[in-house]
């Protein structure tokens, strides 16, 4: 793997926007692999740099600006309060502000555009996220738009993307994760519960536990063994 070497770097203002290293500014950093025995060509000059430019493009800038302005102008006080001051949001603040999300078309932005992404660079991602953690807002719910959601729009069929894949992103349907069980929670192998295919319905019997938020959920989906002698 690379190795990196950072000079000239200090604790940057949450004015500062322009670094992509996270708080840093004036940073200029080296790879350093291209200088190792493993990269290095025959012959090659060890003391040559190969500097890169960290700064944000004006773009990057703007669009930073926009997820902050909108942050500002649209996450509820209560809620910002209430995640300032570490408690817990109820299930109508945090759906209410995916909705908000949602209504912007952020509410699934790493899906692919045909489902609702919105074909953002892996730069406007970072800075999303950090702009949400830092204000703060609610990050959008995982188990439905990064965990179920990118299965269902993978290998789902065009019937349940069309059933599923907005009803998740407007947080219609609240999922939850159905993995760890009495005895099975690290060691997923040694699930018990079990999936018997019954004409055109699956027959689930067993047990979960330790489902995050399943107090809030609608819908769950579950590890299960289809066959009991795998």
């Known amino acids: 793997p690379a190795s990196w070497a950072s000079t000239n770097c200090r604790r940057r203002s949450n004015s500062s926007p322009n670094c992509r290293a996270p708080r840093l500014e004036n940073c200029r950093v080296t790879n350093c692999a291209s200088n190792s025995p493993r990269h290095r060509k025959p012959n090659q000059s060890f003391n040559k740099e190969d500097p890169m430019d960290l700064a ?14 909108f942050f500002k102008n649209n996450v509820p006080p209560e809620t910002r309060r209430k995640l300032q001051e570490g408690r817990h949001l ?3 603040e945090m759906v209410t502000w995916w909705r908000i999300l949602n209504k912007k078309g952020w509410g699934v932005t790493h899906w692919p555009k045909e489902f609702g992404g919105t074909g ?3 730069v406007q991602h970072y800075i999303f996220n950090e702009e949400l953690q830092s204000y703060p ?4 719910l995982a188990f439905g738009v990064s ?3 990118p299965v269902i729009y993978t290998f789902g069929n065009e019937k349940q993307k069309k059933e599923y894949l907005p009803r998740i992103a407007n947080v219609d349907d ?10 099975s929670g690290s060691d997923l192998a040694s699930l018990k519960t079990t ?3 019954r004409g055109d319905k ?8 330790w489902t995050t938020l399943a107090q809030h959920a609608d819908m769950i989906f579950c590890l299960c063994r289809t066959d009991k002698n795998a």
Do not use: H, L, Y
Request: charged share 30%; hydrophobic share 35%; glycine share 8%.
């Open 56 to 69: 944000f493009t004006k773009e990057e800038i703007a669009f930073r600006e926009e997820v902050r302005e």
């Open 90 to 92: 109820s299930k109508d």
């Open 120 to 122: 953002w660079t892996t």
């Open 137 to 140: 807002a609610p990050q959008p």
């Open 147 to 149: 965990m179920v959601g």
């Open 174 to 183: 609240w999922w939850c994760q159905g993995f760890s069980e009495p005895g």
């Open 195 to 197: 999936a018997e295919r």
């Open 202 to 209: 699956w027959i689930i019997n067993g047990q979960k536990t």
